[in-house]
């Protein structure tokens, strides 16, 4: 008799298989198994199987939950207004909003193929005209996102554009003081500056709020099977997407993972060629994008701290999180540097 899967952190696989076995009937036919997808940074992640088929997943992090931060009916609501449109996004099959199968909201969505490029070796192995040609679609994808009308798939009630930077800046800055356990004076002036120099937004739009390389699935023909990680995701200005995105490549590579190598591979396009090839795909100018990619900075810097918080108390499951606390000092740095504060 074959032994019983053990169950993940996280996970209760005999409480989930019951709330499947009601919910999708027929779907679950084998013992369930689950693993976690390493590499994310805040929602966990799991592949569940049961020898046939798999699906993916997703539930807020053990212990420390700061309020907002990892919102699974956001996630589910965004994926599946999109499905369908120009922007890639998996199957959503259920969603659980309360805590008695698992101990915290969590869904379930179809599994896509696809590979996740984080390593910059990985990545240049396919060859620098492919790397160049993928850095252009993944461009093109969010700017697909920010054309898409926000009425025409039932989300235009998604946020409140109005005031956004604003709020967004005070959040990230709640998030922070939710996880200090330390002194961070460069960072606390980047928050100042931030708030002294904050600019007017432009028309609003779907935003994702954290869009790389790695949060999407490329796929054999390096195509972008998916854009996944959709938790930050609302109505606001477009150009905190790209300012973040040229942030993570300007990053690419530094602090032990945290942000990954892959987009440090020779053919990816850099800052001036993303920036160059959104506006005209969009016919939006990125005006005051130093504001942007050193507001992107100050954010990650929240995560960061939150995922060092969370490691120092034991709460957080995958490799490579050690290292998250090397990253708020460097974040803060290059955000007052992008604005010749430094």
Do not use: C
Not at 189 to 208: D, G, I, N, Q
């Amino acid at each position: 008799m074959a032994d019983t899967p053990a169950d993940p952190p996280g996970l209760d696989l005999g409480r989930l298989r019951t709330y499947l076995e009601r919910e999708l009937p027929g779907t679950v036919r084998g013992p369930l198994r689950a693993d976690l997808i390493e590499g994310g940074r805040s929602n966990l992640t799991y592949l569940l199987s049961e020898g046939s088929s798999r699906w993916v997943l997703r539930r807020p992090p053990l212990g420390h939950v700061l309020a907002t931060a990892h919102d699974m009916g956001r996630e589910y609501r965004v994926m599946s207004a999109l499905r369908g449109t120009g922007v890639p996004v998996p199957r959503m099959l259920v969603i659980d909003h309360g805590e008695d199968v698992l101990g915290a909201p969590w869904y379930l969505m179809e599994y896509v193929a696809g590979t996740a490029h984080r390593d910059a070796d990985a990545l240049a192995a396919i060859g620098e005209e492919r790397v160049s040609a993928l850095g252009r679609r993944l461009v093109d994808t969010l700017a697909a996102l920010h054309r898409i009308d926000p009425a025409a798939v039932g989300l235009e009630d998604f946020g409140r554009p109005e005031g956004y930077l604003e709020r967004q800046l005070r959040r990230w800055s709640k998030q922070l003081a939710a996880s200090r356990s330390r002194d961070l004076p460069e960072l606390d002036r980047l928050h100042a500056v931030l708030a002294a120099r904050l600019p007017v937004s432009p028309a609003p739009a779907l935003v994702h709020g954290d869009y790389r390389l790695d949060n999407v699935l490329v796929d054999e023909e390096d195509g972008i099977a998916a854009v996944l990680d959709w938790e930050m995701s609302t109505l606001g200005d477009p150009l905190t997407d790209i300012g973040l995105l040229v942030m993570y490549t300007e990053l690419a590579g530094v602090g032990g993972g945290i942000v990954p190598s892959a987009m440090t591979a020779p053919g990816f396009p850099g800052p001036d060629e993303i920036v160059s090839r959104y506006a005209g795909a969009t016919g939006r100018e990125a005006d005051d994008l130093d504001w942007y990619v050193a507001f992107a900075s100050f954010k990650l810097a929240a995560v960061a701290e939150g995922i060092h918080f969370r490691f120092r108390q034991g709460r957080t499951l995958g490799a490579g999180f050690e290292r998250a606390g090397e990253m708020a000092p460097v974040l803060a740095r290059h955000g007052l540097s992008t604005l010749k504060e430094n």
